[in-house]
């Protein structure tokens, strides 16, 4: 049985925020990378930069979504994650990817220095 304390939802609302905000924000660069072509090709105005969610701070959604699931207590993180659906489960799992081929790469090389 899984206990569901107001800490796991508070984990759990943190984190699904995080997310949407994230795939928010992928859709409207996709869409702006779109708007751009088309201008570039005279066929549309050109369109607007998107601007970040003050949210980000500065950092990249990967490192947004990451930093979420970081701040959940490892005790709390099996009772949060199994409140996810799946649309949240799949886009987290994205992250999670990211994080491993990219991030980890990175640093498995630059310790071989």
């Known amino acids: 049985m899984t206990k569901r304390s107001a800490e796991t939802i508070k984990y759990g609302d943190d984190l699904m925020y995080a997310l949407e905000l994230a795939e928010q924000w992928r859709d409207e ?22 601007k970040a969610s003050i949210h980000f701070l500065g950092r990249t959604i990967y490192d947004h979504v990451l930093l979420k699931l970081k701040q959940i207590r490892a005790a709390d993180l099996d009772s949060t994650l199994r409140f996810l659906n799946y649309t949240h489960s799949c886009q987290l799992l994205f992250y999670i990817e990211h994080y491993i081929r990219n991030v980890s790469v990175c640093n498995y090389f630059r310790t071989l220095r």
């Not at 990378?33 to 088309?38: D, R, Y």
């Open 29 to 50: 660069v996709e869409q702006y990378a779109i708007s751009m072509e088309m201008f570039e090709r005279k066929m549309g105005p050109e369109p607007e930069r998107p």
